[in-house]
């Protein structure tokens, strides 16, 4: 508004121009504002794909009321990063944006200006504020080099050290006489009588699922997936290592250009030529991945696969076909240290949870809302659902999640559907007393079989503490190019080797190709920062 009006002065225009440029700016403050006086917003949250409409949100409902906002909302299930890239060119982003790092430290070097810097209103979110002063690791991890803080992260406390667990149909191994498998050389066994006998014992050969996974993204990896068996050669995942990096022994690498990934490539490869991996892997999407495992009634269709918890993967009535396993050596006689994905601090922390555009015409309100949201109260309700139908009120003080209403569902899909859960901004504060669910219990006794790898996991030398470190604006603009050009060579590459073979003749070639990605140079700039951090902590 400021340039239109220097332009009309400039022009020495009539004071009934300007006078209608001031009745123009008046209707825009109005339209910000509803019928009934509350101010008027608008967000956009990636969101589950299973998670209802927010409008049957009632502890959502309370929380807008409690802000005297009324939001426009704008729900994304799918495709978000094709999305994201085209409004953020635009420079027309809603008030608000949530979900997990669905604005990253990249975004905000590469669309600078978009984004309000939050650092000079904490005095308006104190809720926010007793985060960073009872976990200052938050603060850590909101805050830019420069000091500014533009997302702002969550903390919710009750999750274990591990996305991923990996699971087995015991029912039939015990139909068809066989052991749960140690190493990969007896899972390809295993994986290979699934296909061939009738594991289900419906009589029919043809309708067992071998192994599945959930969907690979065009990105990098992610939870419930294969990459898991890196871990039998000594590779420590951390925070899902989706765009491959690692550490090992202090020492930053790329399993992308790792022998150890080409011997695990070659295994899945097998694998899926002999028809022991769902053909569906590479096109199926994560509700497809879920239904498929929950089989019809009580027959089971998939043997070995991975997930968070039981009852979320396999449904109630399923459940108790399957058992969790302990790592996988890859031959009974290797000598690797086992490890697997460590991922306490992604799913404990999050950055960038939610954050406010800098041209919003009513920041205020804005800042009122996202306050509502970090009061322990309403964060548990954020992540497990509303209280009365959720979360029950004990009367002093402490809290207890309730089962599904739907008795036929499981708690883990009860919470997806029900609210926001993992995806949405909260702090989870420590001395908040509440009684955890039947699958969140569960989730403990199914993660007793990871337990000896995960403790032995260093976190000084084995652990990249992403979620930690924070890069200048050029090296993060170095590291954003460089991994989206691997990323575009390396993913399509995944799945073309399992699907089609061929990477024994195509990898020397392949190897050459990520280093000219700028792969050398982002490792080069990783284990600077690495090395900084663990000097300092």
């Given at each position: 508004?400021?340039?239109?009006?220097?332009?009309?002065?400039?022009l020495?225009?009539?004071?009934?121009?300007?006078?209608?440029?001031?009745?123009?700016?008046?209707?825009?403050?109005?339209?910000?504002?509803?019928?009934?006086?509350?101010?008027?917003?608008?967000?956009?949250?990636?969101?589950?794909?299973?998670?209802?409409?927010?409008?049957?949100?009632?502890?959502?409902?309370?929380?807008?009321?409690?802000?005297?906002?009324?939001?426009?909302w704008?729900?994304?299930?799918?495709?978000w990063?094709?999305?994201?890239?085209?409004?953020?060119?635009?420079?027309?982003?809603?008030?608000?944006?949530?979900?997990?790092?669905?604005?990253?430290?990249?975004?905000?070097?590469?669309?600078?200006?978009?984004?309000?810097?939050?650092?000079?209103?904490?005095?308006?979110?104190?809720?926010?504020?007793?985060?960073?002063?009872?976990?200052?690791?938050?603060?850590?991890?909101?805050?830019?080099?420069?000091g500014?803080?533009?997302?702002?992260?969550?903390?919710?406390?009750?999750?274990?050290?591990?996305?991923?667990?990996?699971?087995?149909?015991?029912?039939?191994?015990?139909?068809?006489?066989?052991?749960?498998?140690?190493?990969?050389?007896?899972?390809?066994?295993?994986?290979?009588?699934?296909?061939?006998?009738?594991?289900?014992?419906?009589?029919?050969?043809?309708?067992e699922?071998?192994?599945?996974?959930?969907?690979?993204?065009?990105?990098?990896?992610?939870?419930?997936?294969?990459?898991?068996?890196?871990?039998?050669?000594?590779?420590?995942?951390?925070?899902?290592?989706?765009?491959g990096?690692?550490?090992?022994?202090?020492?930053?690498?790329?399993?992308?250009?790792?022998?150890?990934?080409?011997?695990?490539?070659?295994?899945?490869?097998?694998?899926?030529?002999?028809?022991?991996?769902?053909?569906?892997?590479?096109?199926?999407?994560?509700?497809?991945?879920?239904?498929?495992?929950?089989?019809?009634?009580?027959?089971?269709?998939?043997?070995?696969?991975?997930?968070w918890?039981?009852?979320?993967?396999?449904?109630?009535?399923l459940?108790?076909?399957?058992?969790?396993?302990?790592?996988?050596?890859?031959?009974?006689?290797?000598?690797?240290?086992?490890?697997?994905?460590?991922?306490?601090?992604?799913?404990?922390?999050?950055?960038?949870?939610?954050?406010?555009?800098?041209?919003?015409?009513?920041?205020?309100?804005?800042?009122?809302?996202?306050?509502?949201?970090?009061?322990?109260?309403?964060?548990?309700?954020?992540?497990?659902?509303?209280?009365?139908?959720?979360?029950?009120?004990?009367?002093?003080?402490?809290?207890?999640?309730?089962?599904?209403?739907?008795?036929?569902?499981?708690?883990?899909?009860?919470?997806?559907?029900?609210?926001?859960?993992?995806?949405?901004?909260?702090?989870?504060?420590?001395?908040?007393?509440?009684?955890?669910g039947?699958?969140?219990?569960?989730?403990?006794?199914?993660?007793?079989?990871?337990?000896?790898?995960?403790?032995?996991?260093?976190?000084?030398?084995?652990?990249?503490?992403?979620?930690?470190?924070?890069?200048?604006?050029?090296?993060?603009?170095?590291?954003?190019?460089?991994?989206?050009?691997?990323?575009?060579?390396?993913?399509?590459?995944?799945s073309?080797?399992?699907?089609?073979g061929?990477?024994?003749?195509?990898?020397?070639?392949?190897?050459?190709?990520?280093?000219?990605?700028?792969?050398?140079?982002?490792?080069?700039?990783?284990?600077?920062?690495?090395?900084?951090?663990?000097?300092?902590?």
């Amino acid at each position: 508004m400021k340039k239109v009006l220097n332009g009309f002065l400039a022009l020495s225009l009539s004071a009934t121009v300007l006078a209608a440029c001031s009745n123009e700016k008046v209707d825009k403050e109005e339209a910000a504002t509803t019928k009934d006086g509350k101010a008027q917003i608008t967000a956009l949250i990636t969101k589950h794909p299973l998670t209802q409409d927010l409008k049957k949100m009632e502890w959502l409902k309370k929380v807008e009321e409690e802000a005297g906002v009324k939001i426009k909302w704008e729900e994304v299930s799918a495709d978000w990063d094709q999305k994201k890239g085209a409004m953020l060119a635009s420079g027309d982003v809603p008030d608000l944006i949530i979900g997990p790092n669905a604005i990253t430290d990249a975004d905000f070097v590469q669309y600078q200006g978009l984004f309000e810097d939050l650092s000079d209103d904490m005095d308006k979110l104190p809720n926010v504020q007793a985060m960073f002063d009872a976990k200052p690791e938050t603060e850590g991890i909101a805050t830019q080099l420069d000091g500014n803080i533009y997302g702002l992260p969550k903390y919710q406390r009750f999750w274990p050290g591990t996305a991923t667990r990996q699971f087995i149909n015991h029912q039939w191994l015990e139909n068809l006489g066989l052991a749960v498998p140690t190493n990969w050389d007896e899972l390809y066994v295993v994986l290979k009588a699934f296909k061939d006998e009738d594991a289900n014992g419906n009589g029919d050969k043809n309708d067992e699922i071998p192994m599945d996974f959930s969907p690979v993204g065009t990105g990098g990896f992610g939870f419930f997936q294969p990459t898991v068996l890196l871990g039998s050669m000594g590779i420590t995942l951390a925070e899902g290592s989706g765009q491959g990096y690692f550490v090992e022994d202090g020492k930053v690498k790329n399993f992308f250009t790792d022998d150890r990934y080409k011997e695990f490539i070659e295994f899945l490869s097998k694998a899926y030529k002999e028809g022991l991996i769902s053909k569906e892997v590479f096109t199926q999407d994560y509700t497809k991945f879920q239904s498929v495992a929950r089989g019809t009634g009580d027959v089971a269709k998939v043997g070995y696969t991975y997930g968070w918890e039981l009852t979320d993967r396999f449904g109630i009535t399923l459940a108790p076909q399957y058992s969790p396993m302990a790592p996988l050596k890859k031959s009974a006689d290797s000598t690797e240290k086992l490890s697997w994905a460590y991922d306490y601090n992604s799913l404990n922390y999050g950055a960038n949870m939610i954050t406010l555009s800098s041209q919003s015409k009513n920041k205020e309100a804005a800042l009122k809302f996202i306050n509502e949201l970090y009061d322990p109260e309403v964060s548990m309700q954020v992540l497990f659902g509303s209280l009365g139908t959720n979360i029950a009120e004990n009367g002093d003080g402490s809290y207890k999640i309730l089962p599904p209403t739907d008795q036929k569902m499981d708690p883990g899909t009860w919470k997806w559907t029900s609210t926001w859960a993992d995806n949405g901004p909260m702090y989870i504060a420590d001395d908040l007393k509440l009684e955890l669910g039947s699958d969140m219990q569960s989730v403990g006794q199914q993660t007793e079989p990871l337990n000896a790898v995960l403790d032995a996991v260093d976190e000084k030398k084995d652990l990249y503490p992403g979620m930690f470190i924070k890069y200048s604006k050029e090296d993060n603009s170095k590291l954003s190019l460089n991994n989206t050009n691997l990323m575009s060579l390396a993913m399509p590459k995944f799945s073309q080797w399992i699907t089609k073979g061929g990477i024994e003749k195509d990898w020397d070639a392949y190897v050459k190709n990520a280093e000219k990605t700028g792969l050398p140079e982002n490792i080069k700039i990783m284990q600077k920062y690495y090395d900084e951090y663990m000097s300092k902590n």
